[in-house]
């Protein structure tokens, strides 16, 4: 089974800093991973994919993801913090079945809160 | 990517009552699904519902509960049964896009008193 694991609940930073947050996943079968962020009283919008691609991904937003298979690690980054960035972000990753066909259905980390301050 | 609405987009009810939330896609879909976003929690995938075919729950979700209706490829309804305060929640649909990922709605924020 494919699991997702978001280290840090909460994360803060300062205006312009860097911002790092980790995802680390398991997965029997190469995975497909996905960056969502969630805005307060709003939807998720998808920040970012990874379909066994390059391995560096760019999303919106100024947002990119690396995704590193020996570490199994998707860590979302972004060199420079805005105040518009707090919000709350999910890593997920694709279920597949023992054969190795989709399910077409995430599973979600426990999503981390992004703060930024002044 | 999908454009998805949701109907209502929140709503406050008495326990005991039951309340449907509708989901509408801008373009004909496969497959729709339906998840649970608990105060504070992450998202937990309720059922998959397949225009034609009963819809497929997870564990721990039952038909009776959360009966899903899907009568054609755009449009899919969610009906949240005998409420209870633990059935707070935000309530999402979304379709998937052609590489897995997943596009959402903008969500129906349900309390029940």
């Known amino acids: 089974a494919q699991s997702v694991t978001q280290l840090g609940s909460h994360v803060s930073v300062s205006e312009g800093a860097l911002v790092l947050l980790r995802c680390n996943y398991s997965s029997s079968v190469p995975p497909y991973l996905f960056w969502y962020v969630q805005y307060p009283n709003q939807g998720l919008q998808l920040l970012l994919k990874?379909?066994?691609?390059?391995?560096l991904v760019k999303g919106i937003n100024g947002f990119e993801a690396e995704f590193k298979k020996s570490e199994t690690s998707f860590h979302l980054t972004k060199p420079s913090a805005h105040m518009s960035d707090a919000a709350e972000y999910f890593c997920a990753v694709t279920t597949f079945n023992a054969g190795g066909t989709s399910y077409g259905k995430l599973t979600f980390g426990q999503g981390t809160i992004l703060t930024v301050h002044p | 990517s999908a454009v998805i609405s949701q109907k209502p987009s929140r709503d406050i009810c008495q326990r005991g009552t039951s309340l449907t939330i509708q989901c509408q896609v801008d373009?004909?879909?496969?497959?729709m699904f339906w998840y649970r976003q608990q105060p504070g929690q992450s998202l937990t995938l309720i059922a998959t519902a397949n225009q034609g075919s009963e819809a497929t729950y997870e564990s721990g979700f039952v038909i009776d509960k959360f009966p899903i209706s899907r009568p054609n490829l755009t449009f899919s309804t969610l009906t949240v049964s005998n409420m209870s305060p633990e059935d707070s929640s935000i309530y999402l649909c979304?379709?998937?896009?052609?590489?897995?990922?997943?596009?959402f709605g903008p969500g129906t924020r349900l309390t029940v008193l």
């Open positions: 373009s004909q879909v496969t497959m």
């Open positions: 990874y379909t066994s691609a390059a391995t």
């Open positions: 979304s379709v998937e896009g052609s590489y897995n990922e997943q596009f």
